[in-house]
């Protein structure tokens, strides 16, 4: 079993920045590709970001396409969030799958989300 856990989340006002971290308690992340997904309240999920395990790939949603960033090391899964907007706000969940590229969407994997508010 693989424990993720987010952290980096809070309140930001609109043109703001954040930066979100995923680690996995006890073991390294270097064969999983990884993706960051996000749910607002009465809607469902969707993906935001994804990168391959060798970090060599990503694939990002059309809305946040230039002004987020998702990037890896031997430990964590990061998202770098840029110029945010009110429809931004989400509670933001980790994923991860063994040998997955950037082009994955199945998940094997979740945490437990941290919540993202841009306020206006």
């Known amino acids: 079993q693989v424990q993720l856990v987010e952290s980096g989340g809070g309140l930001v006002q609109a043109g703001g920045s954040l930066r979100l971290s995923c680690a996995a308690s006890g073991r390294t992340l270097s064969t999983y590709g990884m993706g960051w997904f996000r749910q607002a309240p009465g809607k469902e999920r969707e993906f935001v970001a994804a990168?391959?395990?060798?970090?060599?790939s990503t694939d990002y949603a059309d809305s946040v396409k230039g002004r987020f960033t998702i990037s890896r090391d031997n430990a964590k899964l990061f998202l770098q969030m840029n110029t945010l907007k009110p429809e931004d706000t989400a509670v933001y969940y980790c994923?991860?799958?063994?040998?997955?590229?950037?082009?994955?969407?199945?998940?094997?994997?979740w945490g437990q989300g941290t919540q993202v508010t841009v306020s206006s």
């Open positions: 994923a991860a799958v063994r040998g997955g590229g950037a082009r994955t969407r199945q998940f094997e994997y």
């Open positions: 990168i391959s395990w060798s970090g060599g």
